[in-house]
């Protein structure tokens, strides 16, 4: 089935330690997100590739990166986790920009955890 | 900035009696989309809404979009334990390509 996936699904690293997650997809789609969740909080998106083209959200921390080699992989960089990055993050996916309607797709999530 | 609310918070409800959750939106917005998340689990859209005043049936589960297009309500007849979850609305305001997600309703069923 086609499909968005996440990996790791739970993720522990140090503070300050350089943490990488991974989102890849199956459905061929030309955007990508990557949304931070908090506990009981709805997702916040932190930003987005159309296609290879890079969208930052102005409120995203420069502690976080992203990458997008080909259609199918994007990845989260975070370079220096503190206590406040532990959270879940999602990846998700749409067929094409939202200004045409299509859903969202989002992965199963990496839960980060901040030792 | 834009922001869309949901109420209630929290709703807990005894099973087979009907929720709604009701989501408004600080701008005028081009479609509405309906998520839910279970517990530990991710987003899971639901349903879009497009036109002024339009109602949509997914069995127990009705969506409605406001006449001003600001403001949306997700009606759950007779809920069902596996209804649980947290249900977001997402607003898509005009002149954007970003899904805004309300602040979402968290359901418990007690059977």
């Known amino acids: 089935d086609a499909m968005v996936i996440q990996n790791p699904r739970y993720q522990v690293t140090q503070f300050g330690k350089p943490v990488t997650l991974s989102c890849s997809q199956t459905?061929?789609?030309?955007?990508m997100y990557w949304y931070q969740q908090k506990s009981s909080q709805a997702p916040k998106l932190l930003f987005h590739?159309?296609?290879?083209?890079?969208?930052n959200e102005a409120d995203t921390p420069d502690n976080f990166q992203s990458r997008r080699p080909n259609t199918s992989f994007c990845f989260l960089d975070i370079r220096s986790p503190g206590l406040g990055d532990a959270a879940m993050y999602l990846c998700?996916?749409?067929?094409?920009?939202?200004?045409?309607?299509?859903?969202?797709?989002f992965g199963d999530g990496t839960r980060l955890s901040i030792l | 900035g834009q922001q869309v609310m949901q109420i209630p918070q929290y709703q807990h409800v005894q099973e087979g009696e009907d929720f709604t959750t009701y989501c408004n939106s600080s701008t005028t917005l081009s479609n509405i989309q309906w998520y839910k998340q279970r517990p530990g689990g991710h987003p899971v859209f639901l349903i879009q809404?497009?036109?002024?005043?339009e109602v949509k049936k997914q069995k127990r589960l009705t969506f409605q979009f406001g006449e001003a297009k600001k403001n949306s309500s997700l009606h759950i007849t007779a809920t069902q334990t596996t209804d649980v979850g947290t249900y977001f609305c997402a607003g898509l305001p005009y002149n954007t390509d970003k899904l805004i997600f309300g602040t979402g309703t968290r359901l418990q069923v007690f059977p």
């Open positions: 998700a996916t749409s067929r094409d920009r939202q200004g045409v309607g299509p859903p969202q797709h």
């Open positions: 459905l061929n789609h030309n955007v």
């Open positions: 590739y159309y296609d290879k083209d890079f969208n």
């Open positions: 809404l497009v036109k002024s005043g």
